[in-house]
């Protein structure tokens, strides 16, 4: 049955993405971003969708979209821990502020579902992978403080207004579109973008800490599953969107080929990240489909 779907943050990497594959399932889109997120080089925006430049922080313009919607997916956030912690007055306004106006819509216009683009950041050091939904937060910047924030604001919203929400917590996405720019680009993109330009990849620390990479497609699908899931019991809950498997930073350098050299440690960051992902499989029926390795070899990590 066809949908009015809203998406925050159409014009990104994931976003852009989710926009795209509604469509294509001939659902009604209107997509909502504000074009601030500086990893990206371009804006996705697609024509076929009701395109509108509006930010979540602004609460007046962007109550007027959501008129007669039925699903909310809702991705704009600031979403990278370096300036974060740089600016967290700004993470908190974005991440926290933002999804409570999100919400707040939401409820006043009778949305049926609320999606949340949540972190798997969260999970912090203390946590011994792989990370399961029951373990306890260990927020080590205002990024990932912030978006649990958010993910706890939809759980209440959950609670005291019965709004049908669901918290999917993404581990380091990749994939086609996926931000090269700047020095805190996701990795995958990074590595891919220095490489092509000539220079050494640069591994942060001693290049061992582990990330679990998931495709972007994988997380459309996850966000499609929660959409259209109708499990009373899968509401108000956080879900792991990840693989269950993960790999060092010297491996993926190695598997895009070429020089690298190593910098700084940075703080605020976690690990080894590696996601348990048996609930998501139990309640949203999600397994993901794509393989890094195999990606990475057909690509060179090129998005």
């Known amino acids: 049955m066809k949908k009015k779907c809203l998406v925050t943050g159409a014009a990104g990497f994931i976003g852009s993405h989710l926009v795209d594959k509604l469509i294509e399932l001939g659902h009604c889109v209107i997509a909502v971003d504000n074009e601030s997120a500086e990893c990206n080089d371009d804006r996705f925006w697609n024509p076929k969708a009701q395109n509108y430049k509006c930010d979540i922080c602004d609460a007046e313009e962007l109550e007027k979209l959501f008129e007669g919607v039925d699903w909310v997916f809702h991705l704009a956030a600031e979403s990278r821990i370096q300036p974060a912690i740089l600016n967290p007055t700004k993470a908190v306004a974005v991440n926290v502020g933002g999804t409570c106006n999100v919400l707040q819509a939401a409820r006043k216009h009778g949305v049926k579902r609320v999606i949340y683009s949540a972190s798997s950041a969260l999970y ?5 992978p792989p990370l399961r939904e029951d373990m306890p937060t260990d927020c080590l910047n205002p990024y ?21 929400t669901v918290s999917l917590r993404y581990f380091n996405v990749y994939g086609e579109r996926q931000p090269t720019r700047g020095n805190y680009a996701p990795v995958v993109g990074l590595f891919a973008r220095q490489k092509a330009a000539g220079g050494s990849m640069t591994i942060v620390g001693d290049g061992l800490q582990r990330r ?6 994988d997380v459309v699908k996850a966000n499609l599953l929660a959409a259209k899931c109708e499990k009373s019991e899968a509401f108000g809950q956080s879900y792991n969107i990840g693989t269950g498997t993960n790999y060092n930073m010297i491996e993926l350098a190695e598997m895009i080929g070429g020089d690298y050299v190593h910098i700084d440690p940075r703080p ?8 348990d992902i048996s609930k998501a499989n139990l309640f949203l029926e999600w397994f993901p489909q794509v393989n890094f ?11």
Request: hydrophobic letters at 20%.
């Open 124 to 128: 912090g050091r203390k946590n011994t």
């Open 144 to 164: 990932s403080a912030t978006k649990y924030g958010g993910e706890e604001f939809c759980r209440i919203y959950h609670e005291l207004y019965d709004m049908k």
């Open 212 to 217: 679990d990479f998931t495709h972007v497609s």
């Open 268 to 275: 605020g960051e976690a690990r080894n990240t590696q996601a």
């Open 293 to 303: 390795k195999d990606w990475i070899k057909k690509t060179g990590g090129q998005g």
